[in-house]
T-cell receptor, first 112, second 112 residues
Framework: AQRVTQPEKLLSVFKGAPVELKCNYSYSGSPELFWYVQYSRQRLQLLLR??SRESIKGFTADLNKGETSFHLKKPFAQEEDSAMYYCALRVGPNFGNEKLTFGTGTRLTIIP | DTGVSQNPRHKITKRGQNVTFRCDPISEHNRLYWYRQTLGQGPEFLTY????????KSRLLSDRFSAERPKGSFSTLEIQRTEQGDSAMYLC??????????FGPGTRLTVL
């Protein structure tokens, strides 16, 4: 069965410093990877998906199949980045498996 | 607001009572998903529908849980004979095949 690991429950970073939120996964095939974000009092929303290769709000994430990782990075943290971040995996709709498997999340706090 | 909506937002019930939650997806989405999130954990998949057909159910979905999507639009999740361990946030999401899942605000259930 697939699994997503986010080793840091809490991460504090000074404003303007680089941010890296770690995500590792276990799955023998080629999964789809996502980052979801939940700001205070808001619903869970998509931040990134690896197949789109976009940069959203300055965040990027590269899928490293060798290390089975999908770390989220931003070069300069902003106060509005403070939120809960979840990494998620989907086996792929082509296999008829639509469910997302989430990690336990990392709470990012940006220190002014 | 054209996003996914869920009602009620909060539900407090006594152990042994039945509860029902409703999810209204984004109108053009034919796939609807239910997840459960407990404190300190990421969302965990419960079940999903394509139109009115329930295509997959998690082992988390005991026989006290039942979900329906009778006309392929809104969905209901019923929990019978609630237990304290059912206390959680119940999340609904909708989407299209292979696309992003869009989440609702959730229903927070507290079982006393």
């Amino acid at each position: 069965a697939q699994r997503v690991t986010q080793p840091e429950k809490l991460l504090s970073v000074f404003k303007g410093a680089p941010v890296e939120l770690k995500c590792n996964y276990s799955y023998s095939g080629s999964p789809e990877l996502f980052w979801y974000v939940q700001y205070s009092r808001q619903r869970l929303q998509l931040l990134l998906r690896h197949i789109s290769r976009e940069s959203i709000k300055g965040f990027t994430a590269d899928l490293n199949k060798g290390e089975t990782s999908f770390h989220l990075k931003k070069p300069f943290a902003q106060e509005e980045d403070s939120a809960m971040y979840y990494c998620a995996l989907r086996v792929g709709p082509n296999f008829g498996n639509e469910k997302l498997t989430f990690g336990t999340g990392t709470r990012l706090t940006i220190i002014p | 607001d054209t996003g996914v909506s869920q009602n009620p937002r909060h539900k407090i019930t006594k152990r042994g009572q039945n509860v029902t939650f409703r999810c209204d997806p984004i109108s053009e989405h034919n796939r609807l998903y239910w997840y459960r999130q407990t404190l300190g954990q990421g969302p965990e998949f419960l079940t999903y529908f394509q139109n009115e057909a329930q295509l997959e159910k998690s082992r988390l979905l005991s026989d006290r849980f039942s979900a329906e999507r009778p006309k392929g639009s809104f969905s209901t999740l019923e929990i019978q004979r609630t237990e304290q361990g059912d206390s959680a946030m119940y999340l609904c999401a909708s989407g299209k095949l292979g696309d992003t899942q869009y989440f609702g605000p959730g229903t927070r259930l507290t079982v006393l």
